[in-house]
């Protein structure tokens, strides 16, 4: 098992590297990027520099953050454009990729994206359900975005295919500060996940 540790040094966020169609995506990042900044969190991400991606890294940077970025050599001209920032890894595969950004990370938090962000975010929670890693995961619920996914979370609970009490360890906050105060809290987990075993999947 990864362990959750007791003080947060870096942060692996999860977004898209398209900024949506309201503004308050990329304003709401930008608040985020600007206090994990001013707490000293460092940025773990995919390494992009367009959209929600290159608001955050950008942001983050900006208010005194260490900032890095991993992403496969295949993606590069699709997510890069532009002046890049910090330190920037370049990797064979997506799957090396996610592994150096959850093994880089104390605590995760997802950001509006597309399907890759909701994999990215789906094979994290599923670390924490296996045992693979006992780190916070949160979710950033800007515009109520993730609304409808967190009512499938709770669905497959009702339904009898998820334990609640994994369900619960995710946190889901509206407000940037609030999710980070919330994600320090929980920076280490306790043993109530431990009753989770690979058959409950």
């Given amino acids: 098992m ?17 900024k949506g169609n309201d503004e ?16 000293g969190y460092g940025l773990v991400y995919g390494g992009g520099n367009i959209g929600i991606m290159g608001a ?14 991993i992403i496969p050599r295949s993606l590069s001209p699709k997510e890069i454009s532009g ?3 910090g330190e920037v890894t370049y990797v064979d595969s997506m799957h090396t990729r996610k592994e150096i950004m959850y093994n880089s990370s104390d605590a995760f938090i997802a950001l509006p994206g597309g399907i890759g962000t909701f994999e990215e975010l789906f094979e994290c929670m599923t670390w924490v359900q ?7 995961v949160g979710i950033l619920n800007v515009n109520g975005y993730y609304d409808h996914l967190v009512s ?3 669905n497959s609970v009702d339904s009898g295919f998820v334990d609640g009490r994994f369900i619960s360890s995710l946190i889901v906050e509206t407000d940037p500060i609030e999710l980070l105060n919330k994600l320090e809290s929980n920076s280490l987990y306790k043993s109530e996940i431990t009753w989770l075993t690979s058959s409950q999947a």
Avoid at 2 to 18: A, D, E, L, Y
């Fill in 24 to 39: 308050k995506y990329v304003e709401v990042t930008k608040q985020l990027a600007s206090e994990m900044g001013k707490r």
């Fill in 2 to 18: 990864i362990p959750g540790t007791k003080k947060i040094k870096n942060i692996c966020v999860f977004c898209g590297s398209r």
């Fill in 130 to 136: 296996l045992g693979i890693h006992s780190k916070p």
């Fill in 56 to 69: 955050v890294s950008h942001g983050v940077q900006e208010a005194g953050g260490n900032v890095k970025g």
């Fill in 152 to 154: 499938l979370l709770k």
């Fill in 83 to 85: 002046t890049t920032v």
